[in-house]
């Protein structure tokens, strides 16, 4: 079992869970993931390694709550137990000096790339990084990755806070205004699409981190296979990380509604099962 | 002479649950001997002065003895012999490949009625489940000889290893990178072939004799084989099986519902997936299921996948009935639930809707040419026979090669071409020192008890090792 240290809600629904894991700890690097079970009955689900700390042995996980187990994970408290928490899995994100590196993240992925940031800029990079948000209530972490970044921008889909827009708008700018020798961008599937799209015009190497449906997260199963470069791939122990440029991100949108029926049907039972639980 | 006369050749058939009913349930198919059958069966043994059986069995159970047991109603007696040898007695008797083993080489085996060895088996390890007090009485813990050993990977070959070494004094700790232990046992093999309450009694068993299993450990992710080693312990036993699906490598294979037989079969078994939504874990079939290989793998996928409700299951095979290399009796199982063998046929490419999903598989048909280096007969491709076969839902069951997570994160570990972990057949020893290595990621897909097999003689060669006898 792993202890739940610590919990933070950044958002109403997107939670911070510092998990006492030693020998996670001992190993993370960014980009790392874990394969975290809820309970005896659960699914096994992938979650990015957001932070670590060898001494405290402890590793950090953010997750947003957007189905059955993540709303299992969500009722926790910190001095639960978590039953598994395997990891960490997954190649490591390429930290290497590149010169200009620009860190884009939206939603819960703003969490994962901080360590990424934190690592380019301790790797003598100059890092610019680029956070985009649904609207204002959904801000969080801005002084942190602003901490780990020479250069900060903000946008908010509906203006209500900072640049309103898409991250592919800045994106765009910073690749016409100056030399960018590398992009990273995770988030959700299309944003990551979409700034992919965006500096494959310029030639700039985009790194992405998929993140395809998985069971082991140990290259056993396959149900993580991603088409990269028109190569089948596991995303589990070929990636997370990918060259945006390669990717074909129709299949991975598809693949990721394979069980969007069940995923409803599983959600729908726990509701009802948990009313009281939740209301 | 005389005692020929005595021989009775009527072996006793095993009950089983009937193919209409038992293709819609995940309850065990075979239901094992009541103990007149199993009396009744034991008699035909006729004690051997000159075993044939015993050859057969790669872990060298005592076969007439614990027969002889039986013979004389001593199960308690017949449950020690047993375990002597074989510390998973109630698997081995339910998956043994017995027709190619130990019932294989009995000497009524010639007179086409051998001894129902692994039915016997299980009626024993079944019988001891039943009597728990029986397991108290045995439990004999033995002193601590100093030494660990840390051994990687919970299938059949590490639990052996595990168990052997812990009967011997050493302190063991099993390192597994899923959240249960058996392996193979508990993700890959169905529950009405083996249930999951027999693994885990066994599995319990092993950690009778005080080993510690700690799940969630990837070893070369969470700890390399040298940090273990540095961490203290004087061996390692490497038995991670080769878990990584192969597939066929057709145009359309990643459309949605297309399922390597181990993620089908892994969220089937492992996580339940039959009892979805009670469990969390979802699986995909439609009515139309098409698998494709012809071995053990391929007749549990389409066997899971008739229970789970689909209505048509075919197995899509590019040789002939005689070349399908699944066991007789489970290839009898499938037909009789109901399976439809569409055999000297060949995938060509798969066919998807809008969305991404699976909805038909293009085949042709095969004829057979010259035997190639297995010794049967090559396929070959008839032209001009394509022709396509509507279904929602594929499993691609081609068999597994070995996982790469420990071989290229460790130090000096030689490997075969095939990537298999470079292994001394009878001591287990690897080229890397203190490293033993052994199951399906020394030998390639192979069966339980030959990994079971490998445990034990690496075991033995561990302790000789360790206790400077060699
Ligand atoms: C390597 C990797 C790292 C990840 N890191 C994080 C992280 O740090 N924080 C985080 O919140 N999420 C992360 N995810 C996504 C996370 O695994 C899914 O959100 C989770 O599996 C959903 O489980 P559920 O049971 O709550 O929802 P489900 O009921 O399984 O799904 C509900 C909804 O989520 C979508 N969904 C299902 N699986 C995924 C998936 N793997 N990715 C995206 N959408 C999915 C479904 O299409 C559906 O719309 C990561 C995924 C991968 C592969
Ligand atoms: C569907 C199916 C049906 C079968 N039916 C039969 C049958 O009827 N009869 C028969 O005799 N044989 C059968 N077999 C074959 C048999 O199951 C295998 O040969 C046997 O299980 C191999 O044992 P093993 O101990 O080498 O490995 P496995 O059983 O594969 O166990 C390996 C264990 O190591 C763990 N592991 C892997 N990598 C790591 C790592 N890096 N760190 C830590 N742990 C790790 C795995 O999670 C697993 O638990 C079948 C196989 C399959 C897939
Ligand atoms: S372990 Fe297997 S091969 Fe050996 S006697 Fe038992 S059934 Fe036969
Ligand atoms: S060879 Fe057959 S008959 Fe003879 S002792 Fe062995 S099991 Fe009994
Ligand atoms: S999640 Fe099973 S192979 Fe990647």
Redesign the pocket.
Same mark, same amino acid.
């Given at each position: 079992m792993y202890r739940i240290l610590a919990r933070e809600d950044l958002t109403p629904n997107?939670h911070l869970f510092k998990v006492e894991a030693p020998l996670v700890a001992k190993k993370a690097r960014p980009g790392q993931?874990v394969v975290v079970r809820?309970d005896e009955k /659960?699914?096994r !689900? *992938? =979650?990015?390694?957001?932070d670590w700390d060898k001494e405290e042995e402890n590793v950090t !996980?953010?997750?947003?709550?957007? &189905? $059955? @187990? $993540? %709303?299992? =994970?969500a009722l926790l408290n910190a001095g639960d137990s978590i039953p598994d928490f395997v990891g960490p899995? &997954?190649r490591p994100t390429e930290i290497e000096k590149f010169g200009t590196v620009v860190c884009v993240a939206g /939603?819960?992925?703003i969490? @994962?790339i901080v360590p990424i940031a934190r690592a380019m800029k301790e790797a003598g990079n100059k890092v610019v990084s680029i956070m985009g948000f649904r609207t204002k209530d959904l801000v969080f972490w801005e002084e942190r990755l602003g901490s780990v970044s020479d250069e900060l921008i903000v946008t908010t889909d509906d203006g209500s806070y900072k640049r309103k827009g898409l991250v592919t708008e800045p994106l765009k700018e910073l690749l016409q205004e100056t030399k960018v020798d590398r992009v990273i961008a995770i988030g *959700? @599937?299309v944003m990551m699409k979409f700034c992919s799209l965006t500096t494959k015009p310029f030639g700039i190497k985009t790194m992405v981190?998929?993140? *395809? !449906?998985?069971v082991d &997260?140990t290259g056993m199963c396959g149900c993580?296979r991603v088409s990269v470069g028109g190569e089948t791939k596991f995303?589990?122990v070929d /990636? *997370?990380d990918f060259d945006g440029h390669e990717v074909d991100w129709d299949l991975l949108m598809n693949r =990721? %509604?394979?069980?969007?029926d069940?995923?409803?049907e599983? =959600?729908k039972l726990w509701e009802e099962r948990n009313k009281a639980l939740i209301s | 002479m005389t005692e020929k006369k005595k021989i009775n050749l009527n072996r006793v058939p095993i009950p089983k649950q009937e193919p209409l009913i038992r293709r819609r349930n995940f309850n065990e198919v075979a239901l094992g001997y009541t103990e007149e059958q199993a009396m009744e069966e034991a008699s035909r043994c006729i004690q051997c002065k000159k075993t044939g059986c015993k050859v057969g069995c790669p872990v060298d159970v005592d076969i007439p003895e614990f027969i002889k047991a039986i013979q004389d109603g001593d199960m308690p007696e017949a449950v020690r012999i047993l375990k002597s040898k074989n510390s998973l007695p109630g698997i081995c008797g339910r998956v043994c490949p017995q027709e190619t083993q130990c019932e294989m080489t009995c000497n009524l085996a010639k007179k086409g009625a051998p001894i129902a060895i692994g039915r016997l088996e299980r009626y024993v390890a079944d019988w001891e489940k039943a009597h728990p007090e029986v397991i108290e009485r045995q439990k004999e813990r033995v002193r601590f000889n100093g030494k660990r050993i840390a051994v990687v990977g919970s299938g059949p070959a590490g639990l052996t290893c595990a168990a052997d070494l812990a009967k011997l004094g050493y302190e063991v700790t099993i390192l597994e990178a899923l959240h249960v232990a058996g392996g193979v046992l508990m993700y890959g093999i169905p529950e009405f072939r083996l249930p999951k309450d027999i693994v885990q009694g066994e599995v319990d068993y092993v950690k009778s004799l005080g080993v510690e299993i700690r799940f969630d450990h990837v070893i070369g992710k969470i700890a390399t084989v040298d940090e273990i080693l540095e961490d203290g312990y004087n061996a390692v036993f490497l038995a991670p099986g080769a878990g990584a699906p192969m597939f066929l490598n057709i145009p359309g294979e990643n459309f949605s519902n297309i399922y390597s037989a181990n993620e089908f079969l892994t969220r089937t078994n492992l996580m339940k997936a039959y009892l979805f939504p009670e469990y969390?874990t979802?699986i995909k079939v439609g009515r139309k299921v098409a698998v494709f290989g012809g071995g053990n793998v391929a007749m549990d996928s389409s066997r899971c996948a008739l229970r789970l409700g689909a209505e048509e299951v075919y197995i899509i095979y590019r040789r002939s009935r005689v070349e399908m290399p699944a066991r007789a009796e489970e290839r009898e199982n499938a037909e009789e639930e109901g399976i439809i063998f569409q055999l000297l046929t060949n995938p060509k490419r798969f066919i998807g809707d809008e969305q991404g999903r699976v909805k038909a598989v293009e085949c042709y048909e095969m004829e057979l040419g010259e035997p190639d280096e297995s010794g049967r007969r090559r396929p070959i491709p008839k032209p001009g026979t394509e022709f396509i076969i509507d279904i929602d839902t594929a499993i691609v069951a081609l068999g597994t090669r070995p996982n790469p997570i420990i071989p290229s994160t460790t130090k000096g570990l030689e490997l075969t071409r095939w990537g298999t972990i470079k292994t001394d057949e009878a001591t287990g020893r690897t080229s890397k020192e203190k490293v033993w290595c052994g199951g399906d990621m020394a030998t390639g897909a192979a069966t339980v008890i030959s990994a079971m097999g490998a445990g034990k003689r690496a075991a033995a060669d561990i302790d000789a090792y360790l206790q400077g006898k060699s």
């Open positions: 997107i993931f809820s /659960g699914e !689900i *992938p =979650l990015t390694i957001a !996980i953010v997750f947003m709550e957007v &189905g $059955t @187990t $993540t %709303r299992k =994970l899995l &997954g /939603g819960f992925a969490a @994962t *959700p @599937t981190s998929l993140n *395809p !449906i998985m &997260g993580c995303a589990c /990636g *997370p =990721l %509604r394979a069980y969007l069940e995923e409803q599983s =959600l | 969390d979802p």
